[in-house]
Structures are given as C-alpha cells and as structure tokens.
Antibody, heavy 118, light 111 residues
Framework: QVQLQESGPGLVKPSETLSLTCAVSGYSISSGYYWGWIRQPPGKGLEWIGS???????YYNPSLKSRVTISVDTSKNQFSLKLSSVTAADTAVYYC???????????WGQGTLVTVSS | QSALTQPPSASGSPGQSVTISCTGT?????????VSWYQQHPGKAPKLMIY???KRPSGVPDRFSGSKSGNTASLTVSGLQAEDEADYYCSSYAGSNNHAVFGGGTQLTVL
C-alpha cells in the first residue's frame, strides 16, 4: 500500500521560505509516476502547486512558478517543496500526492497545516 | 490558468440522484479525457472517486459515475446515502502547458 507523509515546520514567517518534505513508502519514486504538491487554504478549495516526474522533469502552476521549487531524492524515496517569499495568503493545508498523470491523483498524504505569521 | 467552474452547492434526498457539473475549456476538460473527481470529508484528505472521465477506482461504489460532453464534465451520484455528504472537486489535465487544474468545489448536502 502506497503511503505518503508530509513533514516540515507548521509556522513560517512572512518573506521566508516554506519547506516541506514528503516521505513515500510502499512504492519506489524512481519506478515511475508524477509526484506533486497541492494546497488548500482554510475553508477554500484545492490548488495544484506543481509536480515532478520520476525522471526529474518539473511542472509548476503558472501563478506560483516564480516562487516554487520541487525536487526529488530517490535515495531517501522522498520529494520536497520549497515556496519562497511567503505571505499570509500562503497559509494552507499542504498535501503531497502521487499522480498517474497530471490531473489525476490516486494517493494523497494526510496533509499538514502551514501558517504564515510573524 | 483559470480554475474549472463548479456549482458551489448541490443537494438531494436519500435515494435520489444528483449531478455535479465541472466546466472548463477546450484546453483542459474538452481537450483531454483526463478528468477526475474527488470526495473530501471535513478534516480529511480528498479521495479519488472517478478518473479518466468515467473510470472508478477499486472500492468506489458504482453509485458514482462520470461523463463528459464538450467542455463540461459531470459527476452523478445515484441512490444518495448520508455518507455521500461531502465536498466534491473535479480536476483536469491542461495539456497546453502540461498543467493540472482543479474546480472550485461543490458542497453536496443529503437532505
């Protein structure tokens, strides 16, 4: 059974960089699929942040592209998100996920709340 | 990149059927058969209910079905049950720039 688990600080200061890691178990990232990040501000809908293919190619939401970096560490079977210059608008539950293709998510992490506040 | 358009709310009585729409453009919903639907209960991660327009993952009841016509995809829940009350989101591949896009979500109430 594929499992994903997000980890990282729950509180980030404005203008700083948000960093999260997703540990994957039950499947080797290097074997295939896209691996991505989705966020959900409190009381609002889902927003795709970006994804990385197992080969290392990256795909980002155009509205966030200038601030987002997604990378993969196959030796640790995990992938990471960095979002720079955060503001209160970046406060959200952040989910990591597996995509058979962009637009379809078959496995989700449980989500982690990141609050941007001084 | 605009979000797909969903009605904010939908409702039905137990046993009835309800259909939720998801409208995009020819660059996403209309251009590819990669539309998915997710169910999200409060405080929980979303769950995949439909993928590739009309396919159901293992374990999803056949009361859930999906379809597409032009730039609009639809999710139909038949034989509504109390546990179907949740938020539902659609998503689509947007191939022009290799993106993914979500709908704004629909809150389904079982009366």
């Amino acid at each position: 059974q594929v499992q994903l688990q997000e980890s990282g600080p729950g509180l980030v200061k404005p203008s700083e960089t948000l960093s999260l890691t997703c540990a994957v178990s039950g499947y080797s990232i290097s074997s295939g699929y896209y691996w991505g990040w989705i966020r959900q501000p409190p009381g609002k809908g889902l927003e795709w942040i970006g994804s990385i293919y197992h080969s290392g190619s990256t795909y980002y939401n155009p509205s966030l592209k200038s601030r987002v970096t997604i990378s993969v560490d196959t030796s640790k079977n995990q992938f990471s998100l960095k979002l720079s210059s955060v503001t209160a608008a970046d406060t959200a539950v952040y989910y990591c996920a597996r995509h058979p293709q962009l637009g379809t998510i078959d496995y989700w992490g449980q989500g982690t709340l990141v609050t941007v506040s001084s | 990149q605009s979000a797909l358009t969903q009605p904010p709310s939908a409702s039905g009585s137990p046993g009835q059927s309800v259909t939720i729409s998801c409208t995009g453009t020819s660059s996403d919903v209309g251009g590819y058969n990669y539309v998915s639907w997710y169910q999200q209960h409060p405080g929980k991660a979303p769950k995949l209910m439909i993928y590739e327009v009309s396919k159901r993952p293992s374990g999803v009841p056949d009361r859930f079905s999906g379809s597409k016509s032009g730039n609009t995809a639809s999710l139909t829940v038949s034989g509504l049950q109390a546990e179907d009350e949740a938020d539902y989101y659609c998503s689509s591949y947007a191939g022009s720039n290799n993106h993914a896009v979500f709908g704004g979500g629909t809150q389904l109430t079982v009366l």
